[in-house]
């Protein structure tokens, strides 16, 4: 392990920490969450695993997603996973955004042949961050945070560090670490969700 490895913070367990932390507190209201999801297989197990703490409301905001047809089908699934999981005892809530694919285009002007996971990446994730942050303290949410660090593929110091620097209310975590990435598509196949083989913006298909 070299010494930036070592530097590194252990996002995952600053979570635990604060979950450990909650539990102790005795006879107190359940903190609410705002979660952003980037769509229905990767909120699956975050739901699973986050909702025996916190009372949460799933945020929709992905204005990344191309083409339109692909935004509704995600949009529907990430509906229909919640409805599932509300039957079988879960209280999960929903919010969902409007479509604004041409806003992206926008904020990412002069990047379109960036690599994957790079500046463009970045914009589209403070974005997205910045409508959960702006709700979150809107609507006086306790806490919130987003699904997009339980991909293998995105990278969740980047994640973490545009959240705290958007809001002090941000939940740290890297939901892919302990099988977390591994649970999602146990849980996909159990919901029988529908999984894209692509993150969403027409740069990414290539």
Not at 84 to 93: H, L, P, R
Not at 114 to 141: P, V, W
Not at 156 to 181: H, Q, R
Request: hydrophobic share 30%; net charge neutral; proline share 3%.
């Amino acid at each position: 392990m070299n010494k930036n490895d070592e530097s590194k913070r252990n996002y995952q367990a600053e979570l635990e920490e604060i979950i450990a932390s909650l539990s102790k507190q005795q006879n107190s209201k359940r903190p609410t969450l705002l979660l952003h999801s980037c769509c229905g297989p990767c909120s699956s197990y975050v739901l699973e695993y986050l909702s025996g703490y916190f009372d949460i409301t799933v945020l929709y905001f992905n204005p990344c997603i191309f083409p339109a047809d692909e935004y509704m089908h995600r949009l529907e699934v990430q509906k229909d996973l919640i409805k599932q999981m509300n039957e079988v005892g879960y209280a999960i809530s929903f919010v969902g955004m409007p479509y604004a694919y041409e806003s992206f285009l926008k904020l990412i002007a002069g990047t379109e042949k960036a690599s994957e996971g790079g500046e463009r990446c970045t914009i589209c994730f403070k974005q997205r961050l910045s409508m959960l942050a702006s709700k979150a303290s809107m609507d006086n949410f306790d806490y919130c945070c987003s699904t997009l660090t339980v991909s293998p593929y995105k990278n969740a110091e980047v994640i973490n560090e545009i959240g705290e620097s958007l809001t002090s209310k941000w939940l740290p975590s890297d939901f892919k670490k302990k099988g977390g990435y591994k649970r999602s598509i146990e849980l996909s196949e159990k919901y029988s969700l529908y999984r894209q083989d692509y993150c969403g913006c027409e740069f990414s298909m290539r």
